[in-house]
């Protein structure tokens, strides 16, 4: 099934949506921080990633404050963070321009890191994933929850190739910190709302 985009070395695309944010009164969405949930979530997903050998080589990340900082949290747990480019374009992007945006990636990243918003996210790795192992796809379909992690594998000889349905749904996880569960001060806003990019 990852043969669909032709011939070429193997290249991941690993989706991670930020962590857990906060809605502090008389603060803009894009500066909004992460919930203390958040702030411990954010670490076991650099830690999922390196124990399962999906560290990349590349990072583009959504200029949102809580964005911004789920990847820092994620990359301190690494020993040699990559590269990381921080792009205004990924903040409540749709699918279309994340597409725009990963496209451009240079030929010799063969691993790349996307950190950014739902419902873009969820969206776009349904619209690349041509299949799954095991329920993955059933999964994403029905949540794609705060620090949310999806990894899809592909091969192609660059990422300008990357389309609907050429891609393999390896796996998916949604990595949590210890206590989790128990904050009190991780609710949305009295409104109900998520904001342009989600939690």
Not at 16 to 24: E, G
């Amino acid at each position: 099934m990852i043969e669909r985009a032709g011939a070429g070395p193997l290249r991941r695309l690993v989706v991670l949506r930020h962590a857990k944010s906060a809605w502090p009164e008389g603060v803009v969405d894009h500066r909004r921080p992460l919930a203390p949930r958040g702030l411990r979530d954010a670490p076991a997903a650099g830690r999922f990633l390196a124990e399962s050998d999906a560290l990349p080589d590349l990072a583009l990340c959504s200029t949102a404050v809580r964005a911004r900082r789920t990847w820092e949290l994620a990359a301190a747990q690494w020993g040699t963070p990559p590269p990381v480019r921080y792009d205004r374009r990924l903040y409540a992007a749709d699918v279309p321009d994340l597409l725009d945006v990963v496209h451009e990636v240079p030929r010799e990243v063969e691993t790349l890191l996307l950190v950014g918003h739902n419902p873009g996210l969820q969206e776009l790795v349904l619209r690349l994933a041509g299949g799954g192992l095991d329920d993955t796809v059933e999964r994403v379909g029905v949540k794609f929850p705060t620090c949310a992690i999806a990894v899809l594998a592909w091969r192609g000889t660059g990422w300008p190739a990357l389309a609907p349905g050429a891609a393999l749904l390896t796996s998916f996880a949604v990595p949590r910190g210890k206590h989790a569960d128990s904050d009190k001060g991780d609710k949305k806003d009295k409104s109900g709302k998520h904001g342009k990019g989600g939690e």
